[in-house]
């Protein structure tokens, strides 16, 4: 079996080290004190060498090979590079406009008010009158005249104004009053914001969720009737119609507390 051990080579005597070059290069080399022991280096072919080069030698065995020229220590900081230049590129194009800030949110209005309006004044024969249930139609056989009940909502959704109304809806609880079976009340937009002297001016209607005695509903409202509230244009909804029937009596805030709540959903672009 082989043996290996004569094949071992050692690193005794060898390595980088560095010297002080006391002659020029001559015949391929020249004299060099390391260590304080001057000795003979072979110099690398083409180094220029003159006495007092601080140079750098590799040792192998007991021959010192010089490989370089080590340079003088720098007598000042390098100077920091210049940044690239990051000015955009001129294209002659013009650049998009910025994509908008979109906003959203949803704004609750609970009514200012609710009345009743009948026979040329508003109803205090019950509630207060800016707490009156709203009641639309003529009951059977009274010989009071027919009654608009309304919601109004001041000037909460306008603080709005700019915005765009993506969904709106409304509280509603029937009371009792008239017959049993579901009724649809008939949603109208009023133009005031707050309870006027004379009539309520109704505009756009629409047809309220059909609801028995004690029934309640959030009834989705349409986007064009929010708009409106945060708009300005209108600042009531009301219940009415121009025939007797059907009676119908929904709460207002003396007797639900979120009667004819508002909720608004919006969107805003800046």
Same mark, same amino acid.
């Given at each position: 079996?082989? !043996? ?11 390595g980088m080290v560095r010297g002080i070059a006391q002659t020029a290069v001559s015949g391929n080399a020249c004299l060099v004190k390391v260590g304080g ?27 010192? /090979? ?10 000042? #900081? ?6 690239? !230049?990051?000015?955009?590129? !001129?294209?002659? !194009? ?25 026979d040329g004044s508003w109803r205090s024969d019950g509630d207060p009158t800016n707490s009156f249930d709203l009641y639309q139609g003529r009951y059977g ?11 109004? /909502? ?51 209607? #629409? ?10 509903? #959030? ?27 059907? /009676? ?13 709540t508002v909720t608004i959903s919006w969107r805003r672009s800046s």
């Amino acid at each position: 079996m082989p !043996d290996f051990a004569d094949t071992r080579v050692s690193t005794a005597g060898t390595g980088m080290v560095r010297g002080i070059a006391q002659t020029a290069v001559s015949g391929n080399a020249c004299l060099v004190k390391v260590g304080g022991i001057t000795v003979t280096a072979r110099a690398a072919t083409g180094l220029t060498i003159a006495a007092g080069n601080v140079l750098l030698l590799a040792r192998l065995a007991s021959t010192y /090979y010089v490989i370089n020229v080590v340079p003088a220590a720098p007598t000042t #900081t390098p100077a920091t590079p210049a940044p690239a !230049d990051s000015t955009p590129v !001129d294209t002659g !194009d013009t650049p998009p406009a910025p994509k908008p800030v979109v906003r959203t949110g949803t704004l609750t209005c609970v009514p200012t008010a609710t009345a009743c309006y009948r026979d040329g004044s508003w109803r205090s024969d019950g509630d207060p009158t800016n707490s009156f249930d709203l009641y639309q139609g003529r009951y059977g056989g009274s010989s009071y005249g027919r009654n608009t009940g309304v919601a109004f /909502y001041g000037s909460k959704p306008h603080t709005l104004s700019g915005a765009t109304c993506t969904r709106a809806t409304v509280q509603i609880k029937r009371l009792s009053a008239g017959d049993y079976a579901a009724r649809s009340a008939t949603l109208r937009l009023v133009s005031q914001t707050s309870r006027p002297g004379g009539a309520p001016t109704l505009n756009e209607t #629409t047809s309220g969720p059909s609801l028995t005695i004690g029934a309640t509903s #959030t009834f989705t409202l349409p986007t064009s009737w929010g708009q409106a509230l945060i708009d300005g244009t209108r600042g009531g909804i009301g219940i009415s119609v121009s025939s007797d029937d059907p /009676y119908i009596h929904l709460a207002g805030r003396g007797s639900w507390s979120a009667a004819f709540t508002v909720t608004i959903s919006w969107r805003r672009s800046s």
